[in-house]
């Protein structure tokens, strides 16, 4: 009997447990093949999602050592940009989480060469833009580097270089994180003060004051500082509500006993910034504040309306996510709150979603987005955001997408395992795995969120949308996959199956793969210029997907 050596080496039709001939895959977590990013993919990764929580298939530690030697490869190979784009990614907000631009920017302050610690140093500022900020950044640089010249100047520059009224304001709010604290910032950096207002502030830093005296400090920087020990000694809840309220004080500066009233809070509400408004939401209706039917409601509604603040405020998408997600659920992640939505803020949020990305222009072309709904990625959160699992955080990424173009199919796809996905009460495989999705850009966020959470699912078979397409005769301009890339379970590579999609129907499709995880495998063909590879979710995410449709 003749051996058919076709169907052993075939570079057209591979299946996903085997690598394809010559195309220079390698085994993902999962044990099927991809392309594994380069070193500085991996490091926009990092940076973007962190590797908080592992993966399905990667442990938190195992992923944080594969991630960070990937940034000291970079570092060593060109440190000044390193620095440059751990700037890029922590100003312009592309990351949810700034702890691993802070990591990173260790790295290159205790492995690069001269000049790049010099540049991460004085990046410094920039980067770690709060008092927390420093604490990580000196707990992660406590682990490659000592206490040198360099350092001591970097941590003196971050003090000094700061308006005092700010300074006052970061020692206050920001007093200790990760067993560091100002104190211990600047008992080793040892700075000489810039000016007498610093100078008066590192002293409160170290020492307190013991006696405040009754009368408001002539010198403005120091006010906040006198106020702050007020609010520290405050006997009753008037007088609580009168320094808020005649100071504009944010939560940080009242003491935890006087946070269960709602009348405190309603003192509050006007100086809340918008990232600390969204963490607090559910404290505020817990308490009896955010009712529905009092003022209050509409005041936090508007706000989150307000597209121009939410991009002042860099308030990230996944943020919003995460609020939207608690507020919806009536209770707190950790502790015994509860409390009752009211339909206003519910609906401002889905609007607040929204306005937090930038405006995307639509392709006019002709698009399927498709959600891997596969068990790996119910996985662990991404970039360290409760509740959001990149199942969750796809399907909301996608209705951005729904909201803007006009021809658009969604689908949902995961091979083997599980129970048919559903289109309304009838079974809708098409090609086994995969079922479009009923529905509607008019759909409220926490809706679509809710369903899509709730999908059966099974392993991953990322060439499902290109196979579905061709079996039913679709004309697909662009797919847009969004993904963990731990793809392993087809009988044909998605590259493959993209491949034939194009010759049997002639469009010269696009495909987006959307990465949902900071690993170090893609499954967009590094050397197709018809395949781009995109990470998370940015505020840019969804233009960058639409320019890259259009050509």
């Known amino acids: 009997m003749s051996v058919n050596y076709g169907s052993i080496f075939n570079t057209r039709v591979t299946p996903q447990s085997q690598p394809i001939p010559g195309a220079g895959q390698t085994a993902n ?47 060593q190979a060109d440190g000044l940009r390193v620095v440059a784009q751990v700037a890029d990614v922590s100003q312009n907000g ?92 600047l008992r080793l950096a ?49 007088e609580i509500r009168g320094l ?29 910034p918008l990232g ?9 209706s817990a308490n009896g504040l955010l009712v529905a039917g009092k003022p209050e409601v509409e005041a936090v509604a508007a706000r989150l309306r307000d597209g121009e603040a939410i991009r002042r405020a860099r308030v990230h998408p996944l943020a919003v996510l995460v609020a ?53 990625m119910g996985g662990p959160d991404i970039a360290g955001m409760p509740g959001i699992s990149p199942r969750i955080a796809s399907a909301a990424l996608a209705l951005v997408t729904m909201r803007t173009e006009q021809q658009v199919i969604v689908t949902g796809f995961t091979a083997g395992g599980g129970s048919p996905l559903m289109h309304g009460n009838r079974p809708g495989w098409g090609v086994t795995g995969i079922s479009v999705l009923d529905l509607s850009p008019r759909q409220r966020l926490d809706d679509v969120v809710k369903r899509i959470d709730g999908l059966p699912f099974g392993a ?26 731990e793809t392993w379970a087809g009988s044909i590579h998605p590259s493959q199956a993209l491949a034939q999609y194009r010759e049997r129907t002639g469009i010269p499709a696009r495909l987006v793969v959307v990465g949902m995880t900071s690993n170090g495998f893609s499954i967009a063909d590094p050397k197709d210029p018809g395949m781009l590879d995109v990470v998370g979710m940015s505020t840019a995410t969804p233009q960058v997907i639409s320019q890259f449709i259009r050509g």
């Open 94 to 185: 592309k990351a949810a989480k700034n702890d691993p631009a802070l990591f990173v920017l260790a790295l290159a302050t205790g492995l690069g060469d001269v000049e790049t610690r010099r540049a991460a140093l004085a990046a410094l500022p920039a980067v770690a833009r709060t008092g927390t900020h420093l604490f990580h950044f000196l707990e992660y640089v406590k682990g490659v580097r000592g206490w040198g010249r360099l350092l001591r100047n970097g941590v003196t520059a971050w003090y000094n270089g700061m308006e005092p009224g700010r300074l006052a304001y970061q020692a206050v709010k920001y007093q200790q994180r990760d067993g560091w604290s100002h104190r211990d910032a």
């Open 460 to 485: 991953t078979d990322c060439a499902l949308p290109m196979l579905y397409a061709l079996e039913k005769g679709l004309e697909v301009d662009a797919f847009v996959v969004y993904t963990d890339s």
């Open 324 to 376: 939207m997600k608690t507020y919806a659920s009536g209770q707190g992640v950790r502790g015994s709150l509860k409390w009752e939505r009211a339909s206003a803020i519910t609906n401002a949020l889905d609007e607040a979603f929204y306005l937090a990305f930038e405006n995307v222009e639509p392709t006019g072309k002709r698009v399927m987005l498709a959600l891997d709904v596969s068990g790996s």
């Open 190 to 238: 040892k700075p000489v003060p810039a000016s007498a207002q610093h100078d008066a502030i590192f002293g409160w830093i170290a020492k307190g004051w013991e006696d405040i005296g009754s009368d408001l400090p002539t010198d403005e920087s120091l006010r906040l500082l006198w106020v702050y020990e007020r609010a520290r000694r405050a006997t009753s809840e008037d």
């Open 29 to 75: 977590s999962a044990g099927g093949f991809a392309w594994r990013v380069d070193d500085w993919t991996q490091l926009e990764r990092f940076l973007i999602l962190g590797s908080e929580g592992g993966t399905f298939y990667v442990s938190e530690q195992k992923l944080t050592v594969e991630n960070a030697q990937a940034a000291v490869r970079c570092i």
């Open 244 to 272: 808020i309220r005649e100071h504009r004080l944010t939560w940080e500066f009242v003491p935890s006993e006087w946070l269960g009233s709602s009348d405190v809070w309603a003192e509050l509400l006007p100086n809340l």
């Open 276 to 284: 600390a408004l969204l963490r607090n939401l559910g404290r505020m």
